[in-house]
């Protein structure tokens, strides 16, 4: 038998398919506009006091109620109230710019890593009360900040700790919502068996967790920290209550000592303005640095060889 070719022309009339998006299925043009300009709304809500601290920041107290609120000012002056900001009474400024630093980067890096140490023992480990403490941390996460700020200056009081740094410090170290999240995180993406193999290779429990459990809970911990970061930094109530030294204040307080002056001088405006500007500057490049974490850690593993 011999094989016989069609030379038949291929048809030319069937339906052309849409290109199959990602997801699997087509997206309609009016739903990438309603997507596309609810986040552009969401964007502008918090982009707009950025940008209107950094306008205020630029100008002195005349333009900063003479003019459009939304608009630079007839002199800039942005680099004379950041030089007056970082001047002002000795520098004080940054001292308590030094302040927020010790207490965020020192309270986040610990919270993260009891946070981690403590999600990744009650997810991996079996024990009895596991789940009772469990339940007492998430009991924990439901308590305001505020709650807990007078019981403990009493407390410190008692320890003669009131009105030093570890009276923020220490509060800062906790951090029930991480724990939660280490917990949720380690349980879902920490696989038990690599543990069990790493066991078998005749690794400890220590080295499993800093060498394994730490690297799969990049992208938890990166959320932990920043949030801590955050937290501590925009801490305003607990340094209240804790210190009456100055020179211990973190910025939050120091900026609003300065703000309760503008009434008697006017000219405490330029350097409270000035002085939210340069607040605003670690947080934002923390975010900027850390995204990537975030990035790969969410991508990790998402392509199979």
């Known amino acids: 038998m011999t094989a016989t070719v069609s030379t038949s ?17 087509g997206r309609r043009p009016a739903t990438t506009i ?14 707009v006091p950025v940008y209107w601290v950094v306008v205020a920041a630029s100008k002195t107290t005349d ?13 800039f002056a942005l680099f004379d109230n ?18 927020s630093l010790l207490y965020a980067g020192v309270g986040g890096l610990i919270a993260t890593y009891l946070a981690a140490a403590g999600g990744y023992a009650l997810a991996k480990y079996r024990f009895r009360g596991r789940n009772l403490i469990f339940g007492l941390v998430l009991g924990g996460v439901l308590v305001p900040g505020t709650a807990t700020a007078l019981p403990l200056f009493l407390l410190f009081s ?10 923020v410090l220490i509060p800062s170290l906790v951090s029930p919502f991480g724990f939660f999240l280490c917990r949720i995180y380690a349980d879902a993406t920490v696989d ?4 069990e193999a790493a066991r078998i290779d005749g690794a400890g429990e220590l080295r499993i967790f800093h060498t394994l459990g730490l690297r799969i809970m990049t992208p938890a911990l990166v959320t932990v920290f920043l949030f801590q970061i955050v937290g501590i930094w925009n801490n305003y ?20 000592n300065w703000n309760s002056q503008t009434d008697r ?23 900027i640095v850390l995204q990537r974490f975030w990035r790969g850690g969410l991508t990790e593993g998402a392509v199979k060889a």
């Open 9 to 25: 022309p291929r048809r030319t009339d069937a339906p052309v398919l849409p290109a199959a998006t990602p997801g699997g299925r």
């Open 34 to 47: 309603l997507v596309t300009g609810i986040l552009a709304v969401v964007a502008i809500y918090f982009l």
């Open 63 to 75: 333009d900063l109620f003479g003019t459009n609120g939304f608009w630079f000012g007839n002199t």
């Open 82 to 99: 950041l030089g007056a900001v970082l001047t002002y009474g000795g520098g004080v400024f940054l001292r308590w710019f030094a302040n």
């Open 158 to 167: 008692q320890l003669g700790l009131a009105n030093t740094y570890w009276s």
């Open 192 to 195: 038990t068996s690599l543990v």
């Open 237 to 256: 109530f607990l340094p209240l209550v804790m210190l009456s030294d100055q020179d211990l204040y973190p910025i939050t307080l120091g900026l609003n």
């Open 265 to 287: 001088l006017p000219e405490f405006y330029e350097l409270t303005t000035g002085g939210v500007l340069l607040s605003v500057i670690p947080l934002a490049v923390a975010m």
